[in-house]
């Protein structure tokens, strides 16, 4: 499926630092902001962590996208 | 106050700042910057006698908020603690022209010195309680309906209670700040930058509406025959008592009137209020000697650069953030970092001195305890891969890997090389370093390549 | 293959009302290495935690994975409980499925192909998790209290009278903060110094 068809549903990890994102995402639950599903969470101890083969990695498996967020 | 400058646990720094703070829970070290008082407060008795010699006069007294005036040698308030005065270089006749020196002739302690320097002293501590407090939202930025400022006898609730302090400019006595004249009637207006996403904040600040109940009562009770009328949106009154305090207000003959002042403009040596009243469903105009307003609180200013020096979050509004607003609100993200008071988001005196004892007790808490547990997931090296480049030594944040010789067999006999090591104390599991290290020798534990990789796979199949 | 439990939690209807609990433990026991997956409505309750215990005993579990709230909720909560029947605290990860996910998507069909999606990546990191030990640092048993208002000063008291020291640090000159402005105090009306 591609970007054109409108089921399309993405596949995206996103890399979230426990200490920012991954508490900004709880906060967002908390809050109860929706927002779409299509997205995954990696906690990481901090964006840092995040290797650039996690990225590649993730795109060579198939994902769409990938955010890191710290 | 007295109780904090007399215990022999607390020591006192004050006119100092926070400079820089490092470490981790349980193990900070923090700079704290003494700025120069030019008076040496071991020597200092608090006489007085210099702030009543002072020619550099007349300066606006930020403590009453402008309402009155003090000289460059001088103690907040009378009952300051410490009962010390200090020089404010900036306003000082001795700094300006290097003429006067008064003060130091007359002091009877030899306790004055224009030499004086800022100072750093170290700290280590173990727990950090945060309680910087709140300033005012500046209405004069903004409310140009009320006057931009420019009416001298509209303002803020905090100049009122200085108004009506015993301690304060006027001596406890309501005067209007434009001519001495004691008001016959004061309009309260309330949600001054609350709960007004256009031009001011969009919370409740909490404390208005009962500080307001008070103001208008006092008004009633210190001015005979006075009228005092509130304008409001909502009357808040939820905490224990505290229904009943406003209940005393309206039986007092404080006039309420819900609505939105739309404008405030002068006639005479009056201010006219112009509004809707929204129970009745028709415009009301009320003519006034004073306005106050019940100005929204902010955090403290100064809070965000706070925050960031501490290492921990702030809120949407700037206020710091707790780490759980209903479960851990006196705690932050960062270890050892507590929250007391109006700097996590505004509240009242009852409020606060039970967040400030809750954030006491975590700190007692954890105290309590002969060591702290280390968490596990942090960094270590497979030897026989590092290369020693050092490229990790910069990258960690925390200082916590340093290089150490090792003996290796290789090319026929025992050699030595450098190899990175990570102190596990220091350590605080980052994994910076994992990512950094070109050999593969590091790994993080709890989150090793092999974990993440997995995660990845696993989301992708 | 190392043996791995699962257990879905309800959190009441927090997460059960828009994630099918039921079909993510169904879909965790084809995962990789899992031999046991349940529900219970809430799982870090006693009763909960009781259920994750026995089962660890009568399925031999060496890892588990729990899907609940987020892992900065209750994931100490977790790892003392499989501690307590002898596993190591640290075979263990916990799947995000309310604050991500039943709180923040209603599209029951997609929320719980993400819960499901979760507790597989949370399977297969667990598998390579290995036991972790925990070491001690000291503590600098003094406090730093950053401000002397109300706040600063009664938690500055409140942690001297317990017997440690306490610096408490001001930029002003007095201490007291706002509060040595005010007049009367709301609603007791005593003073505020």
Known sequence: ?70 | MVAVAQHPNIKMYTYAEIEAVSGYIGNFTVTIRRKAKYVDWDKCNGCGTCETKCPSKNIKNEFDLGLGTRTAIHKAFPQAVPNKPVIDAENCRKFKTGKCGVCEKICPTKAINFEDKDELVTENVGAIVMATGFDLFDWTETYGEYGYGRFPDVVSGLHFERLVNASGPTGGKIKRPSDGRIPESVAFIKCVGSRDDTKGKTYCSRACCMYTAKHAMQVKEKIPGSEAYVFYMDVRTAGKNYEEFYQRGVNAGVKYIRGRVSKIYPRGDKLVLKSEDTLLGRPIEVEVDMVVLATAMVPARGSAELAKLVGFSTDKDGFFQEAHPKLQPVETFTGGVYLAGACQGPKDIPDTVAQASAAAVKVCGLFSKPELATQPMVSEVEAGKCSGCEFCVPICPYKAITMKAIQERGHGGVIERRVATVNEGLCQGCGACVGACRSGALNLKGFTDEQIVAEVDALCL | MKRVGVFVCDCGTNIAAVVDTERVAREATEMPGVVFATTYKYMCSDPGQDLIKKAIREHNLQQVVVASCSPRMHENTFRKAIADVGLNPYLFEMVNIREQDSWVHADKEQATRKASDLVRMAVFKVLKNKPLQTGTIPITKRALVVGAGIAGMQSALDIAEAGYEVVLVDREATIGGRMVQLDKTFPTLDCSA
Do not use: T
């Not at chain 1, 995206?12 to 906060?27: E, K, P, R």
């Not at chain 1, 997205?39 to 795109?59: E, H, N, T, W």
């Open chain 1, 1 to 70: 499926m591609s970007i054109d068809n409108p089921n399309w549903e993405p596949k995206i990890v996103a890399f979230a630092c426990n200490w920012c994102s991954y508490a900004g995402a709880d906060l967002a639950g908390l809050n109860r902001l929706q927002y779409p599903a299509d997205i995954r969470l990696i906690r990481v101890p901090c964006s840092g962590r995040v290797d650039p083969q996690f990225v590649l990695r993730a795109f060579h498996q198939g994902a769409d996208g990938v955010l890191v967020s710290g």
